[in-house]
T-cell receptor
Framework: QKEVEQDPGPLSVPEGAIVSLNCTYS??????FMWYRQYSRKGPELLMY????GNKEDGRFTAQVDKSSKYISLFIRDSQPSDSATYLC????????????FGIGTKLQVIP | DVKVTQSSRYLVKRTGEKVFLECVQD?????MFWYRQDPGLGLRLIYF???????EKGDIPEGYSVSREKKERFSLILESASTNQTSMYLC???????????FGPGTRLTVL
């Protein structure tokens, strides 16, 4: 079993829809949780960064962490065609060298 | 803004050639990383460095070496390129062990 599981998709939604992207993980030591967005043929760019459990909102994006269920989510409201990209979840544990474990990425297409 | 640059966007080499991939960051980050990204496998850590002249093996170091002579520069070396090293190579950097990683644009390497 992989440490981080993420459905690769693809996920196709109409413009304006609410998108829910999810990852599950098995390592209870993970404390830092990130979402990266990667456009085709580009490097990943950081979208959201949260520590421990709870919600974090930034514009149309909301990140949720449920450590009791080992489940993290990224919600995109009012999705736009420009949101079409691959979304990677990433997580790491506290203390010492911080090795980041990435999900495989979910490919999202927002159709106009 | 953090800027991580990579020496080439696209590179084509022949089997057996020695290949150098360079990465430069301009934010005085302590840590630097090299990943490869392949369809269905996601991001895999090759090597990382937490200080000048220091290096640590990641998950898939075989066939690669690295060099970090200056804080801002981290090089990945393929001593004798093979076709199974055809991939997207991504460099990243971070400030410290609790900071997120910032990625470069990637180098798409094809080994013929």
């Amino acid at each position: 079993q992989k440490e981080v599981e993420q459905d690769p998709g693809p996920l196709s939604v109409p413009e304006g829809a609410i998108v829910s992207l999810n990852c599950t993980y098995s390592n209870s030591a993970f404390q830092y949780f990130m979402w990266y967005r990667q456009y085709s043929r580009k490097g990943p760019e950081l979208l959201m960064y949260t520590y421990s459990s709870g919600n974090k909102e930034d514009g149309r994006f909301t990140a949720q962490v449920d450590k009791s269920s080992k489940y993290i989510s990224l919600f995109i409201r009012d999705s736009q065609p420009s949101d079409s990209a691959t979304y990677l979840c990433a997580m790491s544990s506290a203390g010492g060298y911080q090795k980041v474990t990435f999900g495989i990425g979910t490919k999202l297409q927002v159709i106009p | 803004d953090v800027k991580v640059t990579q020496s080439s966007r696209y590179l084509v080499k022949r089997t057996g050639e020695k290949v150098f991939l360079e990465c430069v960051q301009d934010m005085d980050h302590e840590n630097m990383f090299w990943y490869r990204q392949d369809p269905g496998l996601g991001l895999r850590l090759i090597y990382f460095s937490y200080d000048v002249k220091m290096k640590e093996k990641g998950d898939i170091p075989e066939g690669y070496s690295v060099s970090r002579e200056k804080k801002e520069r981290f090089s990945l070396i393929l001593e004798s390129a093979s076709t199974n090293q055809t991939s997207m190579y991504l460099c990243a950097s971070s400030w410290d062990n609790t900071d997120t990683q910032y990625f470069g644009p990637g180098t798409r390497l094809t080994v013929l």
